[in-house]
């Protein structure tokens, strides 16, 4: 009699235990693929909102921009680029941005914020932050004297729909520039942070606010047909930027004046076949660098959900511990006269692993399919949650609880469960090969 | 002197998964108070069956048992428990001490069940284990006894609780003769010294000699007593 | 062993079996007598308890719960002594039940009378006294209006059975008295609120009035098994003032029905939330067993249906409960009745459980029975020690989580406040969200006078804030500004912290007394003194700025003109939230008083800090009374709602997790449990043969279950201790995660310590013990349905 066979009848032999160790498995693996599958929602939402409210999925600036964000990081004559991004397979979207921060002010009222230039149709293919229109309406391309106000810049400067605020802006070249313009429209981003700071006007206008004119602008905002890829594009769109190196110069900058150049500025220089030529002038940040908090979050998240997974499996490893040590206990007897009649350790070793998977594999299975059914409905059928917690107002996406199924979501869960498979009978497996026969075939 | 066990009519048939067996036929007889009876009879002929019918825990297909003229049937679960406690000592063929107490303790147990004090529990316990000749192995626990020994500690059980009848089914078939004997004589004594009745199921020919009267019985009927 | 069955000696203590043989007249004459029959001491507290019926007292416990959903801020230790209250409530009205009515028990309950005698009829009158005396201490203990509720309450529901009025005997109005049972604890419920409100609102009179008259119904069935014992002894209750037996029963179906229904007239008038109406499903079961009363015209028949419907109503209640408010502690509060409800029986604590045997209970004694389960346990001492191992180990993990989440949450709020948020704000109308510079308070001194009055405030401060730009070179940035008082701005927040105190101060230095004069001071015409700023991290960052360069401040005044000024930068601060570090921007607060065109008492805030957390809401109420109703008063989870949230989204997980934990943990004990169960059937029917009962068989399991739930409590408290002393002591450092630090509500101190609560901890060993016993039912249920000689036959 094949010993695979041994064992699956053993594993009968006590069908309420046996009932009892695959509902433990299975119910971990079930619960724990729901847990994964929510938390992916949760980061998946959490992502969307932000890189679709705003942020977008990948930004082109000067080198330095993202963390001076100062109008002297403007790159310049940027169609080209532009045309040459948007040709990319994977592209969606682009567009260009002027970002400044300005002072705005209505009747008495005053409020510093952060004022930011689009092409209102490009804009739409990028992100979504149109669509938090509350009141009023979009920008169009041709708009001059209109802006778009937050609901809560609306609110400190008590200022309504079609009301003329005032813009000042502290140009790029020093000069203070100020603007009379119309609210077109008010918006709701989801965001208290841009809530708090954002104005929008025509890329033609902020062009004029800062001094930058139609040429130069802050950054380049992209989207992506998808997720996937997001190294790669980040990677093309760096090579198409290789061929765009014209304003470097003015870069080494105020702060390193005199014209001594130091080692680690040399380093930004690199030996071409045409000579010395800047690289990284540009930097290329996907929303992995640019949301470097929420990126963090989600690190730290996953380490509490690994954590969690191995309190659960070794509080499960040690319930199979128990139940095979019974479960050859019981059988010490039968074990006994197997190993008198000449069956070798290694074979009944053999089958008490064999019993220990298939218990394990009967519960993987019952679990998935508990696990993949919860996830799936929860897919479906998600439920809406309100919340003030920071994380979930990333923005205009209201985040529900969706479970995501993946492959980490299914495997995480699986692959614990076999390494609790491996790891259960060894207990069990030392009692065999201390098993002597004689002595075993006399105990009740 | 009123009979403590009635025994009418009782029949017993076991429905396994084959076919029933009989295990005993339309029974009837009865046990006089202080009496010393043994059941005898070949295995498998019966006696157990009617041990346990007698003992309250199994209930016979038809026919009745009375204890001092209480009809079993008609009793709840709690109340048999309660006759068991009360009227009813045990005595197994493999001793069946409760493994973690002590012999002291195991004799206490029943005691402890009737919810007597602890002051009258520890003079009953010394005085029973006096009488079965244990008082030094107080505290030991069933595994460092002795078969004869343990047997013992089972009558001291059996007889702690001033039950009207003891039920012993074959309480000597794991003992050597010797042992045998001695725990033979020490029921005797006992039955003398507290009035209690005692019923055995055997077929070890010692008891038999022993008992003051004899139902044989065989494939589930009686055939002769005497 | 004979008895004296006749003459008596009535002044000898007796022993248990003769007190048995006696007739019931003479047994009443013997306890009346005061003399006791022997007992020991555990015995004494154990009949105490069953005299008390826990399992009917249950109602009120979930009443109250029901009671304290109507109103909020509720603390949990008046939320445990007002359970307590309720649970005596009832207790203590078993008691006198049973001891005024102890000589129509007698007949009716022997078991009872058994019991009393066990007890001594002197102690249980002692008990009584002292259970009354609890009761006025705990009610002290809560507040005022429930100790007033509790003493002028309490005679009136004592007065069902006893005499002068011995209400018992007026059929309505007895009911009524009856009702109180379930109304007393809702009312204290309502009254264990806090704040200052209306004590009663419609709402809660509404749910007032139902419980009234759904509890009034109950009584009425209640009476009606009685009713032929009641009518031979020619008392009139409310079922024997009908002519038979089935008009009262009918008469009780139709006031339970209507009882039942009257929750939708609430529902319509919306005093209760719709949805409440799920819980009138129960009208099912309630009907199907009232039909069962009227047809049984039996009395023991019909203590079974009033058995079946305190468990409907039971049923009912929690419904009712869970749907009026869906939180933790009703969560909680609903398992624990649940547990005692059925445990009561398995446990054999409860005295009307005794009537079907007629000689009483035999209480056995629980030494012995948790002395053989200890030893039963270590039979297989690998088994055990590896079942001890995952309980230890779900123990020692849930004390961390617990600890963990308390110190985590508690410094989130503590961080939140020392960051400047303080515990209570003071604006003018609705400037914390507008910062509007015209929203200004006029602070005086009579004001300043009360609010140094307060007991509870540990330190204030006056702020100016105020939106602006500030600028560096060709660079600008919009902030917020706060002009705050040197001095004691330091009492409240902790921006004068150095970094080595773990200040967010990382470098220069905090703002001087002097940092808003301007110009060339003590005459010295060679430095040019500029007024002081400190700034954030990332503002240094993003201008490139370093200690001592001077940036542009622009501010717009009261009157609307936009001023500058320029200022020197003094210090840097670096907290974990990052907007704020890219936008704070603090100056002494004359010089903000200067920008903004206020008077040197104009202020824009008062914020003060409590001396301990419990203290801000009620001195926030007292804040709103006392001061203008032109003010805004908010306390902290006011201003941050996200950080709340954020506390109740990680409860949810700690919870979500601590009960997968405590699932697998419970399937393994069951595995052990049912184990050890099969291999000892043998055994157990031996027990069996020899008298016990199935009841002491079951207390045997339970009390193995017991033993490892206790010694894992013990074993894994031991096991997490050195983790909580390092996780108290050193803490659990998160700085590697600088930017998502925010996210995880963490604002300064990017260190998580844990704090062990003892009455989280002990709540988790109740739970952990609890758990254990209601999963041990099922092997307990298993080793007691066999068979006795199938079980000694097993092998």
């Known amino acids: 009699m094949p010993i695979y066979k041994m064992a699956w009848r053993n594993i009968w032999r006590n069908k309420r235990r046996t009932g009892l160790s695959i509902a433990v498995v299975g119910f971990c693996i079930g619960i724990l693929i729901l847990f994964i599958a929510?938390?992916?929602?949760?980061?998946?939402?959490?992502?969307?909102?932000?890189?679709?409210?705003?942020?977008?999925?990948i930004q082109v600036h000067r080198k330095g921009f993202d963390k001076e964000k100062s109008l002297a990081g403007f790159i310049e004559k940027t169609d080209d680029m532009q045309k040459q991004i948007g040709k990319l397979p994977s592209v969606e979207g682009v567009t260009a941005r002027i970002l400044s921060s300005a002072l705005i002010s209505y009747e008495n009222y005053s409020s510093g914020c952060l004022v930011v230039g689009i092409e209102p149709s490009n804009e739409k293919k990028v992100t979504f932050f149109y669509r938090g229109i509350k009141e009023g309406h979009f920008l169009e391309d041709q708009d001059e004297d209109t802006i778009l106000i937050t609901k809560t810049i609306a609110q400190r400067i008590s200022a309504k729909l079609n009301s003329e605020i005032t813009i000042m802006v502290q140009g790029y070249n020093g000069s203070l520039e100020a603007r009379n313009l119309k609210i077109k429209g008010i918006l709701d981003l989801g965001n208290p942070e841009l809530n708090q700071n954002l104005v929008i006007v025509t890329r033609k206008t902020a062009g004029e606010l800062t001094g930058y004119k139609s040429q130069k602008i802050s950054e380049l905002?992209?989207?992506?047909?998808?997720?996937?890829?997001?190294?790669?594009?980040?990677?093309?769109?760096?090579?198409?930027?290789?061929?765009?190196k014209s304003f470097y110069g003015e870069l080494v900058s105020e702060k390193d004046n005199d014209l001594f150049v130091e080692e680690d500025i040399e380093d930004n220089f690199i030996k071409t076949e045409k000579g010395i030529e800047f690289e990284k002038e540009f930097?290329?940040?996907?929303?992995?660098?640019?949301?470097?908090?929420?990126?963090?979050?989600?690190?730290?998240?996953?380490?509490?959900?690994?954590?969690?997974?191995?309190?659960?499996?070794?509080?499960?490893?040690?319930i199979l511990f128990n139940v095979f040590i019974m479960s050859i206990m019981e059988r010490k007897k039968e074990f006994g006269i197997m190993k008198a009649v000449g069956t070798k350790s290694s074979q009944l070793i053999f089958m008490v692993c064999i019993e220990s998977f298939a218990i394990v594999i009967i519960g993987i299975i019952v679990g998935s399919a508990i696990g993949i059914t919860a996830s799936l409905t929860l897919y479906f059928f998600p439920l809406e949650i309100a919340s003030a917690v920071d994380i979930f107002n990333q923005g205009m996406l209201r985040p529900q609880v969706l479970a995501i199924l993946n492959m980490k979501s299914l495997l995480l869960p699986i692959a614990g469960a076999l390494i609790t498979g491996l790891i259960a009978p060894l207990l069990a497996c030392r009692e065999i090969t201390k098993l002597n026969p004689a002595e075993a075939m006399h105990s009740s | 002197m009123s009979a403590v066990v009635r025994v009418e009519n009782v029949s017993k048939t076991y429905k396994g998964r084959g076919v029933p067996v009989e295990a005993l036929h339309d029974t009837s007889f009865s046990v006089g108070s202080g009496e010393f009876t043994a059941i005898c009879g070949p295995s498998g002929s019966g006696k157990t069956t009617l041990l346990n019918i007698i003992g309250t825990i199994d209930s016979p297909t038809s026919g009745s048992v009375f204890i001092e003229d209480k009809d079993t049937a008609t009793l709840s679960k709690k109340q048999l428990a309660s006759i068991r406690l009360s009227k009813l000592g045990f005595i197994f063929q493999s001793y069946n001490l409760i493994p973690v107490l002590t012999c002291q303790e195991n004799a206490e147990f029943v005691l402890l069940l009737q919810g007597v004090t602890q002051g009258q529990r520890e003079e009953i316990v010394n005085e029973v284990l006096k009488d079965v000749g244990l008082e030094d192995k107080k505290h030991a626990f069933p595994r460092e006894l002795s078969g004869g020994q343990q047997q013992r500690v089972a009558v001291a059980r059996a007889i702690a609780s001033r039950p009207k009848l003891i039920l012993a089914d074959e309480p000597t078939a794991n003992l050597d003769s010797k042992t045998g004997k001695d725990l033979i004589d020490l029921m005797l004594e006992l039955n003398q010294k507290y009035e209690v009745t005692f019923l055995f199921s055997t077929h070890d020919p010692m008891v038999m000699e022993a008992a003051k009267k004899i139902i044989s019985i065989k494939d589930g009927r009686i055939v002769d007593t005497k | 062993?004979?008895?004296?069955?006749?003459?008596?000696?009535?002044?000898?203590?007796?022993?248990?079996?003769?007190?048995?043989?006696?007739?019931t007249d003479l047994k009443i004459d013997y306890v009346c007598s005061g003399v006791e029959l022997e007992h020991n001491f555990i015995d004494k507290y154990k009949i105490i308890v069953m005299l008390g019926r826990p399992r009917t007292c249950m109602v009120?416990?979930?009443?109250?719960?029901?009671?304290?959903?109507?109103?909020?801020?509720?603390?949990?230790?008046?939320?445990?002594?007002?359970?307590?209250?309720?649970?005596?409530?009832?207790?203590?009205?078993?008691?006198?039940?049973?001891?005024?009515?102890?000589?129509?028990?007698?007949?009716?309950?022997?078991?009872?009378?058994?019991?009393?005698?066990?007890?001594?009829?002197?102690?249980?009158?002692?008990?009584?006294?002292?259970?009354?005396?609890?009761?006025?201490?705990?009610?002290?203990?809560?507040?005022?209006?429930?100790?007033?509720?509790?003493?002028?309450?309490?005679?009136?529901?004592?007065?069902?059975?006893?005499?002068?009025?011995?209400?018992?005997?007026?059929?309505?109005?007895?009911?009524?008295?009856?009702?109180?049972?379930?109304?007393?604890?809702?009312?204290?419920?309502?009254?264990?609120?806090?704040?200052?409100?209306?004590?009663?609102?419609?709402?809660s009179i509404a749910m007032m009035l139902f419980l009234t008259v759904w509890f009034m119904a109950k009584g009425f069935f209640k009476n009606v098994p009685d009713y032929y014992g009641d009518k031979a002894a020619n008392l009139t209750t409310s079922a024997t003032i009908f002519s038979s037996w089935k008009s009262a029963?009918?008469?009780?179906?139709?006031?339970?029905?209507?009882?039942?229904?009257?929750?939708?007239?609430?529902?319509?008038?919306?005093?209760?939330?719709?949805?409440?109406?799920?819980?009138?499903?129960?009208?099912?079961?309630v009907v199907i067993n009232c039909l069962k009363l009227i047809e049984v015209n039996d009395g023991a028949k019909g203590n079974y249906c009033l058995k079946i419907d305190m468990l409907i109503s039971v049923g009912f209640i929690i419904t009712l409960l869970l749907l009026t408010k869906f939180n933790i502690l009703n969560i909680v509060v609903t398992v624990f009745s649940l547990f005692i409800l059925f445990g009561s029986d398995w446990f054999g604590i409860d005295s009307r459980r005794n009537q079907d045997t007629s000689g009483g209970s035999n209480l056995g004694d629980e030494m012995i029975i948790a002395k053989i389960a200890w030893r039963n346990l270590w039979r297989n001492r690998r088994r055990t020690l590896i079942t001890l191992c995952v309980m230890s180990f779900s123990v020692a993990f849930m004390i961390y989580m617990v600890s963990l989440a308390t110190g985590y949450h508690k410094g989130i709020i503590a961080n939140s406040v020392k960051a400047g948020t303080s515990h209570i704000q003071i604006h003018k109308e609705t400037f914390h969200s507008v910062l509007k510079s015209d929203l200004f308070l006029e602070w005086n001194s009579k004001m300043e006078e009360k609010m140094r009055s307060y007991n509870e405030v540990k330190a204030y401060?006056?702020?100016?804030?105020?939106?602006?730009?500030?600028?560096?070179?060709?660079?600008?940035?919009?902030?917020?500004?706060?002009?705050?008082?040197?001095k004691t701005e330091p009492t409240i927040s902790v921006f004068h912290n150095e970094v080595k105190n773990k200040g967010p101060l990382v470098e220069g230095s905090y703002l001087k007394e002097t940092d808003y004069l301007e110009g060339y001071l003590d005459n010295n015409p060679h430095v040019f003194h500029l007024p002081g700023v400190l700034i954030g991290k990332k503002m240094a960052e993003h201008f490139d700025i370093r200690i001592g360069s001077s940036m542009v401040v622009t501010l717009q005044s009261a009157g609307g003109e936009i001023k500058q000024n320029l200022f020197q930068v003094r210090g840097i601060f670096q907290t974990l939230i990052p907007t704020y570090d890219a936008r704070t921007v603090i100056i002494h607060h004359k010089m903000a008083q200067k920008m903004l065109s206020y008077s040197s008492s104009q202020f824009s805030e008062?914020?003060?800090?409590?001396?301990?957390?419990?203290?801000?809401?009620?001195?926030?109420?007292?804040?709103?009374?006392?001061?203008?109703?032109?003010?805004?008063?908010?306390?902290?989870?006011?201003?941050?709602?996200?950080?709340?949230?954020?506390?109740?989204?990680?409860?949810?997980?700690?919870?979500?997790?601590?009960?997968?934990?405590?699932?697998?943990?419970?399937?393994?004990?069951?595995?052990?449990?049912?184990?050890?169960?099969?291999?000892?059937?043998?055994?157990?029917?031996?027990?069996l043969a020899i008298g016990m009962k199935e009841s002491n068989l079951k207390s045997l399991i339970l009390a193995e279950s017991l033993w490892l739930s206790i010694v894992s409590c013990i074993c894994g408290s031991i096991l997490i201790s050195p983790v909580l002393y390092m996780g108290q002591t050193q803490g659990i450092d998160v700085s590697y995660m600088l930017e998502g630090a925010s996210l995880w509500a963490i604002s300064l101190d990017p260190t998580i310590y844990t704090e062990f609560s003892l009455f989280a901890t002990l709540g988790c060993f109740a739970l952990v013990i609890c758990v254990t016993l209601i999963v041990s039912l099922y092997p307990a249920k298993k080793a007691t349905k066999m068979e006795i000689v199938q079980a000694m036959n097993f092998v």
């Open chain 3, 606 to 687: 008062v914020a003060i800090v409590v001396n301990d957390y419990s203290d801000m809401k009620p001195l926030a109420e007292k804040l709103k009374s006392d001061f203008s109703s032109s003010f805004e008063i908010l306390t902290w989870d006011q201003i941050h709602p996200n950080l709340v949230d954020f506390i109740r989204v990680d409860n949810v997980f700690i919870v979500f997790f601590v009960v997968t934990l405590f699932v697998v943990t419970s399937i393994g004990i069951v595995i052990t449990l049912l184990m050890s169960v099969f291999e000892r059937v043998h055994e157990f029917g031996v027990m």
């Open chain 3, 1 to 23: 062993m004979s008895t004296p069955s006749s003459l008596p000696q009535l002044s000898k203590k007796l022993t248990l079996r003769q007190f048995q043989e006696l007739p």
């Open chain 3, 249 to 285: 029963s009918i008469f009780t179906l139709a006031c339970t029905v209507v009882a039942y229904l009257a929750l939708i007239p609430i529902a319509i008038f919306n005093l209760v939330p719709l949805k409440v109406l799920i819980s009138l499903i129960w009208l099912i079961p």
């Open chain 1, 38 to 57: 929510i938390i992916n929602g949760l980061q998946e939402q959490i992502i969307k909102s932000s890189v679709n409210t705003f942020t977008s999925y």
């Open chain 1, 283 to 318: 930097e290329v940040l996907s929303w992995q660098d640019l949301l470097k908090a929420i990126v963090q979050f989600i690190q730290f998240e996953n380490s509490v959900v690994h954590f969690i997974l191995m309190i659960v499996y070794v509080a499960v490893i040690l």
């Open chain 3, 60 to 203: 009120g416990v979930l009443a109250y719960a029901l009671g304290y959903s109507y109103v909020g801020n509720v603390y949990a230790p008046i939320i445990l002594f007002g359970a307590l209250l309720s649970f005596l409530w009832s207790f203590s009205a078993n008691l006198h039940n049973t001891y005024t009515d102890f000589k129509e028990d007698a007949y009716n309950l022997p078991g009872r009378l058994y019991l009393v005698a066990r007890l001594g009829y002197r102690n249980l009158y002692r008990s009584l006294i002292v259970c009354n005396i609890l009761k006025i201490i705990i009610a002290a203990f809560m507040n005022l209006p429930c100790l007033i509720f509790a003493v002028l309450v309490q005679p009136l529901v004592h007065q069902y059975s006893f005499p002068p009025l011995r209400l018992k005997g007026r059929p309505i109005i007895g009911v009524w008295v009856f009702s109180l049972a379930v109304v007393s604890p809702f009312v204290l419920g309502v009254l264990s609120q806090q704040t200052s409100d209306p004590l009663f609102s419609t709402e």
């Open chain 1, 221 to 244: 905002a992209i989207r992506l047909k998808g997720n996937k890829g997001l190294q790669k594009t980040t990677n093309e769109i760096k090579n198409i930027l290789k061929k765009h």
């Open chain 3, 461 to 486: 401060s006056l702020r100016i804030k105020s939106l602006g730009l500030a600028s560096y070179t060709n660079k600008a940035q919009n902030i917020t500004l706060w002009g705050v008082n040197p």
